[in-house]
């Protein structure tokens, strides 16, 4: 099945800097990587999506690229603010399921 | 529209007991999902549904089953819990049966083992 890792686990970021998450996944069948974003406390909620067809995709300070030949996908978040501090998941499809990577602590430092 | 809900919230639970967590989703989704959450651990998937009356195995079932007999609810059941299943729970549910599934998730349930 499918396998998907994060790396780094935990990104401190200074607000107002980027941070940049990176997931790669093994089965080349998947074609469908969304993020989503965990607050204390709460269930994950979809944030960005990406399909195989694009490299790219942007919704105001979040974008995700895809690179299909090394099989890795990344988050990227701009100008960070306090709020963005969570737990970032990443996922790849296969199997009518989602393969979800441990996720990340991304913390913004005020 | 709620959206996904789970009942309880919390429970603590003796070695050996049983019980069920309940989840409700009214966005008419054909798919649901049980998963468990422990630390460093990620999301795991436990059990699944692809619509009424069907379930599946995910990557860690055992010590769980579950049922869907209405296509709104899908249960958790724990016959008898050992504290290696104390761990947050959430549901999941998502609308597409085809490759681009966005799964809606509930706000979990906190289960500890004794």
């Known amino acids: 099945g499918e396998n998907v890792e994060q790396h780094p686990s935990t990104l401190s970021v200074q607000e107002g800097d980027s941070a940049v998450i990176k997931c790669t996944y093994s089965?080349?069948?998947?074609?469908?990587f969304p993020w989503y974003k965990q607050e204390l406390g709460k269930g994950p909620q979809l944030i960005i999506d990406i399909r195989s067809n694009v490299g790219e995709k942007k919704d105001q300070r979040i974008a995700v690229t895809l690179n299909k030949t090394a099989k890795h996908f990344s988050l990227h978040i701009t100008e960070t603010q306090p709020e963005d501090s969570a737990v970032y998941f990443c996922a790849a499809n296969g199997n009518n399921r989602l393969a979800f990577g441990k996720g990340n602590q991304v913390v913004v430092i005020p | 529209n709620a959206g996904v809900t789970q009942t309880p919230k919390f429970r603590v639970l003796k070695t050996g007991q049983s019980m069920t967590l309940l989840c409700a989703q009214d966005?008419?989704?054909?798919?649901m999902y049980w998963y468990r959450q422990d630390p460093g651990m990620g999301l795991r998937l436990i059990h699944y549904?692809?619509?009424?009356?069907?379930?599946a195995k995910g990557e860690v079932p055992d010590g769980y089953n579950v049922s869907r007999l209405k296509k709104q609810n899908f249960l958790l059941g724990l016959e008898s819990a050992a504290p290696s299943q104390t761990s947050v729970y959430f549901c999941?549910?998502?609308?597409?049966?085809?490759?681009?599934?966005?799964?809606?998730f509930g706000p979990g349930t906190r289960l500890t083992v004794l």
């Open positions: 089965d080349s069948a998947s074609n469908y």
């Open positions: 549904s692809v619509g009424e009356g069907t379930t």
């Open positions: 999941a549910s998502s609308y597409s049966v085809g490759l681009y599934n966005e799964q809606f």
């Open positions: 966005m008419n989704h054909e798919y």
